[in-house]
T-cell receptor, first 111, second 114 residues
Framework: QKEVEQNSGPLSVPEGAIASLNCTYS??????FFWYRQYSGKSPELIMF??SNGDKEDGRFTAQLNKASQYVSLLIRDSQPSDSATYLC???????????WGLGTSLAVNP | EPEVTQTPSHQVTQMGQEVILRCVPI?????FYWYRQILGQKVEFLVS????????KSEIFDDQFSVERPDGSNFTLKIRSTKLEDSAMYFC????????????FGPGTRLTVT
């Protein structure tokens, strides 16, 4: 059974700080990894995807992938109150590229 | 910017009734998916659809569920006889072809079975 695990939080950071969100996955053959943001009652919104080991930066967001450790992380720099949401880690699986999801980490950015 | 749309946004139905959830994927996408999320739980894969047929389905997707692409734009999920435990948010997603393409999600349909 392929699993994706996240710390459910809540993670609370002050405005302007760096928020660090972590995710581990069980399928060593996984190749594609995604971070989605979900506001309460809304659909997942893609923030970033990463396929290669190392770091990938997009604005205030940096995704980090370590396939040997089966670990993906998301860093949010200069956190804003509008970043307060649940962050979902998703891993592609199988030939049909379905997504296997973590439970999500709830992030609260305090003004 | 192209987006995935879903209707209705909220559906209330009685147990045992049939419901059809509708989705319009992004026009040049060829892979379509349905996921559901029960309140407070993980998003779960239900089914994937490619080339006018189901390409993969999960254990959740039993005989009560079916999917269809009745025309060139719509993609539907039917639940034949709803149960209380079918109450959830249902999300449609689509993706383009190629090695590295992400899935884009619709706004979801909240299904409430009473």
């Amino acid at each position: 059974q392929k699993e994706v695990e996240q710390n459910s939080g809540p993670l609370s950071v002050p405005e302007g700080a760096i928020a660090s969100l972590n995710c581990t996955y069980s399928d060593r053959g996984s190749q594609s990894f995604f971070w989605y943001r979900q506001y309460s009652g809304k659909s997942p919104e893609l923030i970033m995807f990463i396929y290669s080991n190392g770091d990938k930066e997009d604005g205030r967001f940096t995704a980090q992938l370590n396939k040997a450790s089966q670990y993906v992380s998301l860093l949010i720099r200069d956190s804003q109150p509008s970043d307060s949401a649940t962050y979902l880690c998703a891993v592609e699986a199988g030939n049909n590229r379905k997504l296997i999801w973590g439970l999500g980490t709830s992030l609260a950015v305090n003004p | 910017e192209p987006e995935v749309t879903q209707t209705p946004s909220h559906q209330v139905t009685q147990m045992g009734q049939e419901v059809i959830l509708r989705c319009v994927p992004i026009s040049n996408h060829l892979y379509f998916y349905w996921y559901r999320q029960i309140l407070g739980q993980k998003v779960e894969f239900l089914v994937s659809f490619y080339n006018n047929e189901i390409s993969e389905k999960s254990e959740i997707f039993d005989d009560q569920f079916s999917v269809e692409r009745p025309d060139g734009s719509n993609f539907t999920l039917k639940i034949r006889s709803t149960k209380l435990e079918d109450s959830a948010m249902y999300f449609c997603a689509s993706r383009g072809t190629g090695e590295f393409y992400e899935q884009y999600f619709g706004p979801g349909t909240r299904l409430t079975v009473t």
